[in-house]
């Protein structure tokens, strides 16, 4: 965080297998088209259709931005553009030639050539987007390295289907770290009950990503207010409901 006193840092985060790359903790987003496309390069796609995942994904949408950007070009490049809502289904679009192009995660197409070898002569990559560096799954190394806490996230569940969900590591990183240092949860806080799971697995607080973006989109600055107003009334009316009288008394127990 910019300009903070304190240090937050990711101290550890997956290395993909492969030479491209490089032994770093990064992931590409690459722009794949059907096999017998004409399209050769990025730069081919002026006029084509486009399929994006969702609009919060970085691999999937905020990195093509940022090739537009370089490009010098707008948001109008594209003929078309579809909101496929998973990566997946922009790989089917793009193989069946319902859509001409669509940017994935690297890993997240390893996985579907892997478990759908038919779509090796269905498709093929014409460039990569990125670098872009992988969120920590789990963060955890020494605290001599002068850290004041630690976040644990898999970012929002986007980077890998089926990652460990950051609740289910939350107790084992709280166990390897011990009581005292400071850890915040990251992902599926959508209401009381969630914040609750977390307190009561080690963290010492979570943080809130989509309800409030979804707030700020109804209602501005109040709509952001109502919806962290909300979801501290349910957390206390939560609280109550399960018999505790102070969050932060909760553990493992509490839901087991």
């Not at 009316?237 to 969050?247: K, Q, S, Y």
Request: aromatic letters at 6%; charged letters at 20%.
């Amino acid at each position: 965080m910019c300009g903070s006193p304190n240090t937050w840092e990711p101290l550890a985060a997956p290395v993909l297998a492969g030479d491209r790359y490089g032994g770093r903790p990064v992931y590409f987003s690459d722009v794949i088209v059907a096999r017998d496309s004409r399209f050769q390069s990025f730069a081919d796609l002026r006029g084509a259709s486009w399929a994006f995942n969702e609009p919060d994904s970085h691999s999937g949408y905020l990195v093509t931005l940022v090739r537009l950007l370089e490009l010098r070009e707008t948001d109008q490049f594209f003929g078309k553009v579809v909101d496929a809502g998973w990566h997946q289904v922009s790989i089917d679009l793009v193989a069946t030639g319902q859509l001409d192009a669509s940017a994935v995660d690297s890993p997240v197409l390893a996985v579907e050539l892997r478990n759908r070898p038919e779509l090796q002569n269905r498709l093929r990559v014409i460039d990569r987007l990125g670098p872009s560096p992988i969120q920590p799954v789990v963060a955890r190394r020494a605290l001599d390295s002068g850290v004041d806490g630690i976040i644990v996230s898999n970012h929002g569940g986007r980077q890998v289907d089926g990652a460990v969900a950051s609740l289910d590591a939350l107790l084992e990183v709280r166990t390897a770290l011990g009581p005292d240092t400071p850890v915040l949860m990251d992902g599926g806080i959508r209401g009381g009950a969630d914040v609750l799971k977390g307190l009561a697995l080690g963290a010492n607080a979570v943080l809130v990503g989509r309800p409030y973006v979804y707030g700020l989109a109804v209602g501005g600055q109040a709509g952001v207010e109502a919806v962290l107003q909300q979801l501290a009334a349910e957390t206390d009316l939560t609280l109550a409901l399960i018999g505790g009288t102070v969050a932060h008394e909760l553990d493992q127990s509490w839901i087991s």
